[in-house]
Nanobody, 125 residues
Framework: RVQLAESGGTSVQPGGSLRLSCSISGYSDSRGLMAWFRQSPGNPREPVAVLYTGSSSTYYSDSVKGRFTISRNPTRTTMWLQMNFLTPQDTAMYYC??????????????????WGQGTQVTVSS
């Protein structure tokens, strides 16, 4: 059974940095997807960053490209999202997600079977 749990969400000032962590258990496939999504009130859940473990290729949404970095440890038990130069528009509930097996990157929430409970990030002065 795959279980994910996010941590690290908090309030931060604009321009600040934050690193979210996702603890993962039961992730056994060497070819799968690990991802971060976010959702703010009244908006659909949107992909932020996706990592394909088969090749380590990545996807970033245009709104976070160059500011956020997704990474994982070699054993696939922890995933991180490093967020820099945060803006109020980054305020949302952030979710980590996993899909296995997978053969290519997908950014569709429905493609991910496993989800964490979410961690709130608030960017405000």
């Amino acid at each position: 059974r795959v279980q994910l749990a996010e941590s690290g969400g908090t309030s931060v000032q604009p321009g600040g940095s934050l690193r979210l962590s996702c603890s993962i258990s039961g992730y056994s496939d060497s070819r799968g997807l690990m991802a971060w999504f976010r959702q703010s009130p009244g908006n659909p859940r949107e992909p932020v960053a996706v990592l394909y473990t088969g090749s380590s290729s990545t996807y970033y949404s245009d709104s976070v490209k160059g500011r956020f970095t997704i990474s994982r440890n070699p054993t696939r038990t922890t995933m991180w999202l490093q967020m820099n130069f945060l803006t109020p528009q980054d305020t949302a509930m952030y979710y980590c997600a996993a899909a296995m097996p997978a053969h290519k990157i997908s950014i569709i929430p429905g493609a991910f079977k496993y989800w964490g409970q979410g961690t709130q990030v608030t960017v405000s002065s």
